[in-house]
């Protein structure tokens, strides 16, 4: 008995300090369930059912790992993982066969911070890369602060760009795959159904569990690191049938005709579903880019870390099972005039001038890339316009041998690789992009009014140097 309630004690002390917890906090948890932070780094603790459920069950080699057998910062790298599991209530740690993880050097992120603050971030990441990735784990790397091409912008810290350099090096030789993209699943990071992955980037958590049939929970820098040199994660959330569950039905009306239609879907259920699972029905097979939207828009506005397409999501054949035989007679409707409300509320502007259209968010695919090159053939972006497209290495090495960034280029275009131009914080005033994500985080990363549109109508402000309207 007494074991049992030091037990308990223990998780509950390692829980709070794990999670920062302040005595008002501490307090609602052990009340019952409480939501510690907001969108994508949001989570459901309860001290009661940590309590309840025990700590979490290390194999003998795990447990070795953890006591130090393999050095100290691969034990720092098993206690992050066991740690962060016991305050989910995991059971175990279960093998990973795919990362996407964050490497990157601060640049702007860290303005203000000390010498030793940074010098203290950046030697934790070279002893990461010191260890070699685990044997059989696909891992790729998660867009960076910086880019490593030479640009005329101040943001880009030439001394911040050859830290990263330099970490891309010792990455590249510890295994990581170095695709620096928010969109690993268009630059060959494609998961089959069921295959258990650590990614960061909420927006490819959400393509990976919904459209690919993989799983995922929504992973930060630290987690992501463990789990690539370890080969394991801490079994919670989604990782588990009963928790892929659809919560929120959500009934499509709306005739969705371009990719950021489909963002204006996902802005919509992330803001009704909080930390659910919605269930789309009624809605035709999205295409890649549709999809990629979708899934981004959804954990930009909430905390959602998969959605269910009826027809679509390979484990949702039908809605019957995506609520697994519990579908809801309640449900929400989207049609075409909550479509326009939702276009609406990303377009708050004092003027129609603009200086910048940024598109590419998440990272372009090359069939966008292709579009926005027919639209630009024969045109120039106005003077005192930036017209900044983000993609992939990768995928501007194919963009380059199919012609389309010499016309991109050739009307005063950029293609941007490795970031975007919002991680960078470079300034704007007045921003035009067709990614619903990219327009909810610009005014607050970079303080810039913004219009979500269509590609095509983007693509005609930046020729125009201001707003034309939908066209």
Known sequence: MFAIAALGFRRVVRMCRVLSLEAGLIRRAWRGPITIGSGITSWRVSIRSAIKEGFMELTGEQQAVLD?????????????????????GAKRLIKVDNTHALLPVPNLMAQGASKETMDRYMADLVEACSHGTHPGCTCTVHAAFVTLDEVDVPENDPEQVQMQKDLAVLAADAGFIPTFTCAPYLVGNVPLKDEILAWTESSAVVYANSILGARTTRHGTESAIAASLLGLVPEFGVLLDENRK???????????????????????????????????????????????????????????????????????????????????????????????????????????????????????????????????????????????????????????????????????????????????RIPAKRIVTHGFKQAHYARGMVGAEVIIAKTDACIRAAVAGRWLGDG
Request: charge should be negative; include cysteine.
């Open 68 to 88: 130090g057998s393999r050095g100290d910062y691969l034990a720092k790298c098993m206690r992050w993982l066991v740690d962060w599991g016991e305050v989910m």
């Open 246 to 424: 659809g919560t929120l039905r959500i009934e499509v009306t709306a005739e969705l005709e371009d990719p950021p239609d489909w963002g204006a879907l996902g802005y919509f259920a992330g803001k009704a579903a909080g930390l659910g699972i919605p269930v789309f029905n009624g809605i035709r097979r999205p295409s890649q880019d549709e999809a990629k939207q979708l899934c981004a828009a959804l954990a930009t506005s909430g905390g959602v870390t998969m959605c269910h397409i009826a027809g679509v999501t390979p484990e949702a054949p039908t809605i019957d099972a995506a609520f697994q035989g519990d579908v809801p007679e309640e449900y929400l409707t989207f049609d075409a005039e909550t479509l326009r409300e939702t276009y609406e509320s990303l377009r708050v502007r004092t003027g129609d001038e603009i200086d910048s259209v940024i598109l590419g968010c998440p990272h372009a695919s090359i069939n966008e890339l292709s579009k926005i090159a027919a639209l630009l053939k024969g045109k120039k972006v106005a003077e005192g316009v930036r017209l900044w497209i983000d993609t992939a290495r990768g995928t501007k090495g194919n963009a380059d041998r199919m012609g389309y960034t010499e016309i991109i280029e050739s009307a005063g275009g950029r293609i941007l690789c490795d970031t975007c131009p919002t991680n960078m």
